[in-house]
């Protein structure tokens, strides 16, 4: 017996969730999405106007929050007291699990659900893949829309014949022999899980994803427990300048944090701008995004360092006060100036976004 299936979206605030969640409203309209947002209270005014622009133009987006009835002023505030002033790091992200993924598992329960993810096409790493199994990720803006999971089980050596028989039924005529010779060829070395899924993807991603979907219906995974499902027909590749364009055209515009602002330093002209939406005080943020904080935001820079006790930093043998040295802000903004002039004539002198924006070393489930 088929059950009911939730969609959801997790809202960030940032460009790629509010485009994400835009496409598929327009595209999808029949999709009933249930939109979120993790609040952790912690979050820039700018990030704040795009989520109020975007609800309004989708309907609605529910709040979620963490630490709900807590005496203390954020969430952040209630977990780093439980944590004993240890502040989280890159190898101890408790900020992400505690305000982020168990609220959202929460939210969600234990009902079978499809959480549509933004990665873009453009960007090489994996999205959030939820521990428990009746939550299921899709990827619309990439070529693969499938999470790791699914291409991994479906894959096994014990599936073949059944995935030979489903090509058999929805492959083109004159593409099926060269999907059966990849198709029945083992993961090997040297013919990896990737190129066995570009392989098949460039034969017809129409196919590929028919296949899957049918494939997933002789699971338990939430896709499976439906008739149908939009996304296999989609062939749309979404990459940086598309999510732009997205906003644009929708009026909920880009968030304000990604303007680039201007400065000079020793007659040396150079930008800078906020590369991703999350907590203000996020570690992962490159040095010259904490001095964007201290010049464009000095209140809350001035709380991030409140934090900073107890020898816990968050850059790792740097403190904020000491980033914002006269002679220490000079340094990071010549260095920003020199990366940004060589990569501008590597360019050709295009207009270029802000350095290492898509860094992996992010957090990619911050951004569900």
């Excluded at 990827?139 to 999971?149: A, G, H, K, L």
């Excluded at 006790?309 to 914002?324: A, H, R, T, V």
């Amino acid at each position: 017996m088929k059950m009911k299936v939730r969609h959801v979206l997790g809202i960030s605030g940032g460009k790629d969730s509010a485009a994400l969640a835009i496409y598929l409203k327009d595209r999808y309209p029949k999709l009933s999405i249930e939109y979120y947002n993790s609040d952790t209270k912690c979050e820039l005014v700018e990030t704040e106007l795009l989520l109020t622009r975007l609800s309004s133009y989708l309907g609605g987006i529910k709040r979620i929050c963490a630490a709900e009835g807590s005496t203390e002023e954020t969430p952040f505030d209630h977990f780093y007291k439980v944590y004993g002033g240890f502040l989280p790091s890159p190898q101890a992200r408790w900020c992400t699990l505690r305000m982020k993924l168990e609220e959202m598992e929460t939210f969600v329960g234990d009902e079978p659900t499809i959480s549509y993810v933004g990665i873009r096409g453009d960007e090489d790493r994996e999205g959030y893949v939820s521990t428990k199994s009746n939550i299921q990720s899709i990827f619309p803006f990439r070529r693969n829309i499938w999470s790791v999971d699914v291409i991994n089980k479906f894959f096994q050596p014990k599936n073949v014949d059944l995935i030979v028989s489903l090509y058999k039924k929805f492959c083109p005529q004159d593409l099926l022999d060269e999907a059966l010779l990849i198709v029945s060829k083992p993961i090997t070395k040297s013919f990896y899980y990737s190129r066995k899924i570009n392989g098949l993807l460039d034969i017809s991603v129409k196919t590929f994803n028919k296949v899957v979907f049918e494939f997933l219906k002789t699971t338990n995974l939430p896709i499976g427990q439906l008739e149908e499902f939009p996304l296999v027909d989609n062939e749309d590749v979404l990459v940086k300048q598309d999510i732009f364009d997205i906003l644009e055209r929708s009026g909920v515009g880009v968030p304000a944090y990604y303007n680039k602002i201007e400065f000079e330093v020793d007659g040396k002209k150079g930008y800078y701008n906020r590369s991703r939406s999350g907590c203000y005080f996020c570690f992962f943020q490159q040095k010259l995004e904490w001095i964007w904080l201290y010049e464009q935001h000095p209140d809350l820079f001035k709380k991030a360092m409140s934090y900073e006790k107890n020898g816990y930093s968050w850059n790792q043998g740097e403190s904020l006060s000491d980033i914002i040295k006269p002679e220490r802000i000079r340094e990071i903004k010549l260095d920003a100036i020199k990366k940004q002039e060589k990569l501008k004539t590597k360019n050709g002198n295009k207009i270029i976004e802000n350095i290492d924006e898509d860094n992996d070393a992010f957090c990619a489930n911050c951004f569900i």
